[in-house]
């Protein structure tokens, strides 16, 4: 009775994996990543990767379904803006993309499926596995959009659309280099039902330094050990960092910097 009832087990798992509405756009993903990331660039093969993303981008539509996000365009498309492995910026978080003029505004629009499936495959780059937790990680916010770092500086205490599973704003700065800074990139992340909204905004709020944090940072790059300078400054970013979230609810700018986020979840569509 063993065999048949494995048998069974197998059917059953079989047709929950063909089940999966994502599955038919990550098996195209993959077929095309495979093909482009083993091609030698030319003008002919960087036709069919333009000609492969507006493919993705017609199965993500389908997919995810009409979107409309105020102040961003009507039509989004794919977030993933490279197929060739080892190209900077590979492996954004798979789903619609939008953007404003100069990228001042940024939203991707995906579904929990994609964003599980996409959660695994950046398990090595220390993106927590459980949704809730990955999206208050600043792991997500670098490795989802664009191709530079994000350090996350503080949550904001947004509420909760009434529709929303969860809501998520932090507050944080964004960059190639020193990410020590005034923060003032908000993102934010909402979930309902199936669907996943992050809508990310540059240049969002205006903060202040906190002194008290200041001081953290200087006694930290003060000190002797460890005498690796790039560990060092690491050890001093993230007593910086923690020291900042501690100290952002009492200072003068945050009110703002919450009120700001609100108004970014209200652009969501949210119904």
């Known amino acids: 009775m063993r065999l048949p009832a494995f048998l069974c087990l197998l059917a059953l798992a079989t047709r929950a994996y063909a089940?999966?509405?994502?599955?038919?756009?990550?098996?195209?993903?993959?077929?095309?990543?495979?093909?482009?990331?083993?091609?030698?660039?030319?003008?002919?093969i960087n036709k069919q990767h333009d000609a492969a993303l507006k493919e993705l981008s017609g199965v993500l539509r389908a997919l995810v379904g009409p979107v409309t996000i105020k102040g961003l365009p009507a039509?989004?498309?794919?977030?993933?803006?490279?197929?060739f492995k080892g190209d900077s910026g590979f492996g954004h978080l798979d789903g619609l993309g939008f953007a404003s003029e100069g990228d001042r505004m940024q939203a991707v629009v995906t579904t929990t499926g994609l964003l599980k499936h996409w959660l695994g495959e950046h398990r090595e780059d220390g993106l927590p596995q459980e949704i809730g937790a990955a999206i208050r990680s600043d792991r997500f916010y670098y490795y989802a959009i664009q191709d530079s770092a994000f350090a996350k500086y503080a949550e904001l205490p947004v509420t909760k659309p009434a529709s929303a599973g969860a809501a998520v704003a932090v507050l944080g700065v964004r960059g190639n280099g020193d990410l020590k800074g005034l923060p003032s990139e908000i993102?934010?992340?909402?979930?309902?039902?199936?669907k996943v909204f992050f809508l990310a905004a540059t240049g969002a709020v205006k903060t202040a330094e906190i002194p008290a944090c200041e001081r953290v940072w200087k006694q930290m790059m003060a000190r002797k050990t460890p005498q690796d300078a790039i560990a060092l400054e690491d050890q001093a970013m993230e007593a910086y960092t923690k020291c900042f979230a501690k100290e952002a609810p009492s200072q003068s700018w945050f009110a703002a910097a919450v009120k700001k986020a609100q108004s970014q979840?209200?652009?969501?569509?949210l119904r």
């Not at 039509?75 to 197929?83: A, H, R, Y």
């Not at 993102?187 to 199936?194: K, L, N, R």
């Open 187 to 194: 993102g934010v992340v909402a979930i309902q039902g199936e």
């Open 19 to 44: 089940a999966a509405p994502e599955q038919p756009y990550l098996d195209l993903r993959d077929r095309h990543i495979a093909k482009f990331s083993k091609a030698k660039e030319s003008d002919e």
């Open 265 to 269: 979840l209200d652009l969501l569509p």
């Open 75 to 83: 039509e989004g498309k794919s977030n993933v803006d490279t197929l």
